[in-house]
């Protein structure tokens, strides 16, 4: 066991109150707090948060998997998909994190790595409609028009309201 403190607002920076409880919960509630962070777009300061999660408890593959995002936002996308790879040694299973590190390889060019990261996020869980936005993507950017069009019907078809809500994303 050790000593674990809790934040009282987004503002305030720890530690504020402590209570008694084991690595896997301090590194657990580490994330919650950076994903807090993260949303409000502290990023720099979220990946601190990571950071200290996995430094308490390295098989938190949630804790590698948002640090890869964070990563991936500074414009570190090597580091990140070294991130995104060690959460997914931990958890094969992870659609979303496939799902991410084949973004962070779209934006790096490797677009083959993408779309097997895409597939691989689409076995998982073949109603992610944002995979399969994805690998069309990547699929059109290799020049795959028909392959990619299907992917995007695919994506439309389990999410109708998809691609407004990627355009109202990169507004």
């Keep these: 066991?050790?000593?674990?403190?809790?934040k009282k607002n987004r503002s305030e920076i720890p530690p504020v109150e402590y209570k008694k409880v084991s690595r896997k919960e301090a590194s657990e509630d580490l994330v919650k707090l950076g994903e807090d962070l993260a949303n409000?777009?502290?990023?720099?300061?979220?990946?601190?948060?990571?950071?200290?999660?996995?430094?308490i408890n390295s098989k938190n593959?949630?804790?590698?998997g948002d640090r890869g995002l964070m990563l991936d936002k500074q414009g570190r996308k090597n580091e990140a998909i070294e991130?995104?790879?060690?959460?997914?040694?931990?958890?094969?299973?992870?659609?979303i994190t496939w799902h991410n590190q084949g973004l962070t390889?779209?934006?790096?060019?490797?677009?083959?790595?993408?779309?097997?990261c895409f597939n691989k996020a689409i076995e998982i869980n073949e109603k992610y409609a944002k995979a399969w936005y994805n690998k069309g993507r990547g699929l059109s950017m290799l020049g795959k028009i028909n392959e990619?069009?299907?992917?995007?019907?695919?994506?439309?078809?389990l999410d109708p309201l998809l691609f407004s809500k990627l355009k109202k994303m990169k507004s």
């Design 1 to 6: 066991m050790i000593f674990h403190w809790f």
């Design 40 to 55: 409000d777009r502290h990023y720099d300061r979220a990946l601190e948060y990571f950071n200290k999660a996995i430094e």
């Design 61 to 64: 593959d949630f804790a590698w």
């Design 83 to 95: 991130s995104f790879s060690r959460a997914l040694e931990i958890d094969p299973s992870n659609s």
């Design 105 to 116: 390889l779209l934006k790096l060019n490797k677009l083959d790595e993408a779309i097997e």
């Design 148 to 157: 990619s069009q299907r992917s995007f019907d695919t994506a439309k078809k």
